[in-house]
Every structure is written in C-alpha cells, then in structure tokens.
C-alpha cells in the first residue's frame, strides 16, 4: 500500500506541476494572439502588432536552453526535488508580474521592455521545469511502465491549456471587449499566485528518485553541461531533433491558429476558443494511447509513427484550415491535436534513455527545450508571414518539414529497448 501511495503521489507532483507551469505559459500564448499586439506595442499596422506580439512569444524560446542548462547543473548535482520547487518559483513569479504591467499607452517602450524580460524569466523556469518533471515520474516507475508514468507531465500541457484558456473563454463571454482589454486579461496571469502555491505545497511533500540519491552517493560530476557536450553530444543531438515535431504542430494548431482564425478568417473568438478546448481533449487521448503503445512496443517506434501522421497533417492544412467552416477547422484541430499527443506523450520516456543519471536532468532538459526552439520557438511569427505571402499551405509545410527533422533525429536515436533503460 505504501508503494501505491507513494506512485500516486510522484504521479499528482508530476501533473499538477507541469500543469501550472504550462497555464503560465500558455496563458501568455492565448493573451499574445487576442490582446498584447494592441496594448504593449506601438500601433504601425494590426499585422505588425500582431507579429510584434508573436515575437515576445518566442523569446522564452531563447530562455529555455538557458534555464535547462541552470537548472540541469543544480537537478544533476543537488537533486530533481529542489530544484523543481525554484523553477516553479521563477516561472509563477514572472506571471504574476506580467498582470500588473502598464500598457504602451502609459508608459511608452518600457511596457514592451518590462513584458520580454519578464517573457524572458517564465521561458528560463519553464526551462528547468519539464525535464525534472519528467525524471521524476519516470525514475520513479516500476519497470514495464515507464512511458505510461512519463504521461503523468506530459497530461499536464492539456491541463494547463484547458485551465489558461477556459479561464479566458469565461472572462471574454462575461465582461464587454473594453472590459476585457482594460483589466480582464490580468485576472489569469494574478490568479496564477494561487496555482504556484498548491503545487509548491505538493513538491515539498515528496522525496527525491532513487537516481538523484545515487548520484549523491557516487559524487555528481562537477559542471554537468561540460561533460554532456564532451561525451554525450550525439544523444543530444539525436533528442533535440526528436522534439521538434510536437512543438511545431502544438503552437500553429493553437496560439497561430487562435490569432489567425480570429482576425484573418474572421471567426468569433468565444466560438473559436471554444472549439479548441474542445480538440485539445484529442492531445489528452493522444498522449494515453502512445503511452500504452510505447509500454507495449517502444517510444521510439510509436513517435515515428506520430511523425509520420504528422506530415500528412502539414499536407492538409491549407485546405482543411483554410476551408471557410467552422466545422472542418474543428476536424483539423482535433486531428492535429491528437497527432501532437502521439509524439509529445513518449518523449518523457524516450529522453532518459539516451543520457546516464549523472548528467540526465540537464541532457534532457537541454534537448527538449532546445527541440522548442527549433520547432516552435518562433512558429506563430514565422507561420504568420508564411500566411500573408502564400497562404496556409505553406504553413501546413512547416509542420510537414518539422516533423521530417523529427524522424530524422529518431533515427539516430539507438533502437533499444525499456529494459536497457537505467536509473
């Protein structure tokens, strides 16, 4: 009974943090697309702001790699418990601060200098954030089940994204657009204050895996980053490219596809969000059914899988997205959603595989948010200037090229197997 106990409890830690530290990001994604083109920068052209917007999007793109190498040194050397409490802290705090900014017509360029940097701040704790929560779960499953106890902060994306923008849904259908735009959309980054400290109190309650012990049994090596570059850059490599797929199609089937669907095609913006609360339940079912499947058979083989079925979505975005009904761009949703589960769900499992504990906080910290970079880093700007010179199925290309890169890295990811896999 104590060993379910304590399974369950590493499995809540795992989902609860993941998912406030995801609804503090993708509350920023979903106010970039509806409100901060207008409010934090200066008023050029509607696609210019919108493009601005985007791009204080990506900057914690840039922060990312930062913060798993930060945070991968002090997980790799001191252990996955603490320092998942710290980039719980840096990531709420800079949330926080965000719903309390003056806008552009107040103070002029320093609304969009204080919204980067503080941009900045959530990218550098959402960096330290997946990998920790990641090897916690799976350090601590049993063998046979380590992809299905990886889902546990992989599930916490969709919750995160159906709290952030839930939240945003209700406040747009209860308050008027000038209510909205003047306070509204500060009430889901302050009420973040209330999801930090619920799993704060949740991580403090646990104990560190059996990796992190053993590490500090055996003495951590002393600048974890040098001796991953030095000895395990191949692995890095190969990981890297493996993620680039799901970044890639989850930011263009959400934040562009909200920002573009609401302005562009005209769609109202309490249906659209709607409907993509709606699809993100198939990311949720995704993320399950390559769970079981990598348990079954392996992580590597159900992400090329995924990958492959992601090309073929990039092939009918244009016209599905594209097609003037709601209803179709629903179907694509779900389709694309569901497709961004199969090669999201996995990698927590994959990952680990490639790095020894010594080094593995960092290594796959540094793959996977790096992996953000190239996949989804700059997605929604780049998406909406593929859409204003050739349309969406250039944009659909991207995806299709993104998850070709992924295919790519899993190819040069060796073929073993769960059991070779040790902690």
């Not at 930062?66 to 949330?95: Q, W, Y």
């Not at 980053?225 to 797929?245: D, N, P």
């Amino acid at each position: 009974m104590n060993v379910y106990r304590t399974h369950a409890r590493v499995l809540v830690a795992s989902l609860v943090g993941t998912a406030v530290e995801f609804y503090d990001f993708y509350i920023y994604a979903t106010a970039a697309a509806l409100v901060f083109g207008p409010l934090f920068f200066p008023a050029e052209s509607a696609s210019a702001q919108q493009l601005a917007a985007y791009a204080s999007f990506g900057i914690a793109f840039v922060a990312r790699p930062l913060g798993a190498a930060l945070f991968g040194h002090f997980g790799d050397r001191i252990g996955r418990k603490s320092t998942l409490v710290a980039s719980l802290l840096l990531m709420g705090g800079a949330t926080v601060l965000i719903g309390v900014l003056p806008t552009y017509e107040s103070v002029g360029w320093y609304a969009p200098l204080l919204l980067c940097l503080l941009r900045f701040g959530q990218g550098l704790g959402l960096g330290g954030e997946w990998g920790g929560a990641a090897l916690l779960a799976v350090e601590n499953a049993p063998p046979g089940w380590r992809a299905r106890f990886g889902m546990a902060p992989q599930l916490g994306a969709p919750v995160g994204f159906l709290a952030a923008n839930g939240l945003f849904l209700i406040l747009s259908t209860s308050m008027s657009e000038a209510q909205f735009l003047a306070w509204g959309w500060r009430l889901p980054f302050l009420l973040s204050s209330v999801l930090v400290g619920l799993g704060l109190w949740i991580r403090f309650r646990l104990a560190d895996t059996p990796a992190a012990a053993a590490i500090e049994h055996d003495h951590p090596t002393s600048i974890p980053f040098v001796e991953l570059l030095a000895s395990h850059w191949r692995q890095t490599l190969a990981g890297t490219f493996a993620v680039v797929a799901c970044f890639a199609i989850y930011y263009l089937t959400t934040a562009f596809a909200l920002g573009y669907g609401t302005t562009e095609l005209g769609y109202d913006k309490r249906e659209f969000l709607g409907v993509q609360l709606f699809a993100i339940l198939f990311m949720a079912l995704g993320i399950v059914v390559a769970g079981y499947a990598a348990d079954k058979r392996s992580s590597r083989g159900v992400l090329m899988f995924g990958s492959g079925v992601a090309v073929l979505v990039g092939l009918i975005m244009g016209p599905m997205f594209g097609s003037g009904s709601l209803g179709i761009v629903a179907l694509f949703l779900c389709l694309g959603l569901f497709t961004m589960g199969l090669v999201y769900g996995p990698l927590a499992s994959l990952l680990p595989q490639l790095f020894p504990a010594r080094v593995r906080y960092t290594g796959v910290s540094i793959a996977f948010n790096v992996g953000g970079i190239l996949g989804g880093g700059f997605a929604p700007a780049v998406a909406q200037g593929l859409a204003d010179r050739g349309g969406l199925a250039f944009v659909g290309l991207y995806i299709s090229g993104a998850a070709v890169l992924t295919l790519v890295g899993l190819l040069a990811v060796p073929a073993r197997t769960e059991r070779e896999f040790r902690v």
